[in-house]
């Protein structure tokens, strides 16, 4: 079932068959890096039970983004209720295949996930978090239109969390 969709993508829910394809990201060591570990098979798997939880409980998660030219399993974006500090908020997280980077890939479904948050989940923001040291991440979430909006430790690292809010500058909500 198709969540959303954009010019070249459409999300839709994860499935366990794709536990193959999504571990081409979430067990590269490269991919990885800003995790504490890659993750196990076993964790793929986990990780995808995780989110299909999460759209029960939230109708939303992280959700499959796959390339509508040639139907190709890209990696997974979306929105998943995450602990920041001591508020638990609304955050868009993202994982592309390394092959597929630079591309715009993360950011196009990034920025879909946004406006999904805003104008079906009507949330007032969203954030985006991760350590200091994921620039390619935290770019992403520039391009989206996020702004700085705290630090705090996770793991004993610098995380830096982003924010974009459901109204222009003078409080005003968007239509």
């Known amino acids: 079932m198709t969540i959303l969709e954009t010019e070249r993508l459409y999300l839709r829910e994860l499935e366990m068959e794709d536990a193959e394809a999504l571990a ?4 590269d060591p490269e991919s990885m890096q800003y995790y504490p570990e890659p993750f196990s098979p076993k964790r793929v798997k986990g990780w995808i039970e995780w989110n299909r939880e999460d759209y029960k409980k939230y109708d939303h998660g992280l959700w499959a ?23 638990t908020v609304p955050e868009i997280g993202y994982h592309i295949i ?7 890939y993360a950011t196009e479904a990034a920025n879909a996930c946004k406006e999904y948050a805003f104008d079906v989940l009507q949330y007032p923001q969203v954030f985006s978090y991760t350590t200091a040291a994921n620039i390619p991440s935290k770019k992403v979430a520039e391009k989206i239109g996020m702004k700085p909006y705290k630090v705090f430790e996770k793991n004993g690292e610098k995380q830096i969390v982003q924010v974009v809010r ?10």
């Open 24 to 27: 081409r990201v979430l067990s």
């Open 65 to 87: 983004v796959i390339l509508k030219e040639g139907d190709v399993f890209l990696g997974d974006c979306g929105i998943t209720m995450q602990t920041i500090g001591n508020e």
């Open 98 to 104: 390394k092959a597929y980077w630079n591309q715009g």
């Open 166 to 175: 459901n109204w222009c500058e003078t409080g005003t909500v968007l239509t």
